[in-house]
């Protein structure tokens, strides 16, 4: 069974930057060259908001509001899928989820705290 695990949350100033990591278990190599991952941060209160995809070659899809600041990767042998965010502000502060694009499969999310 494929799980997704999220890490590399925290603290950070508004300004500052971080890299989330999603790292795949349960996969096959092959299988996990063919998944797009995706990335959603939820607000204290609100919705899940769509943040940006890496898809397969390493294709990429952003949310209009973050292009330019968020940047989105993958690093096939190592299992994983990385949104490195920069310039983060306090309405930032999240929790942030990665999917396997178009699956139930959810990361359980990492705590993203914009504050000064």
């Known amino acids: 069974q494929v799980q997704l695990v999220e890490s590399g949350g925290g603290w950070v100033q508004p300004g500052g930057s971080l890299r989330l990591s999603c790292v795949a278990s349960g996969v096959r190599y092959s299988t996990f060259t063919g998944y797009a991952i995706s990335w959603y941060p939820q607000a204290p209160g609100k919705e899940l908001e769509y943040v940006a995809t890496?898809?397969?070659?390493?294709?990429?899809d952003y949310a209009g509001s973050m292009r330019g600041r968020f940047t989105v990767s993958r690093h096939n042998g190592n299992y994983s899928a990385f949104l490195q965010m920069s310039n983060l502000k306090p309405e930032g502060t999240a929790v942030y989820y990665c999917?396997?694009?178009?699956?139930?499969?959810w990361g359980p999310g990492t705590q993203v705290t914009v504050s000064s």
């Open positions: 999917q396997r694009r178009g699956s139930s499969t």
């Open positions: 890496v898809g397969v070659g390493g294709s990429t």
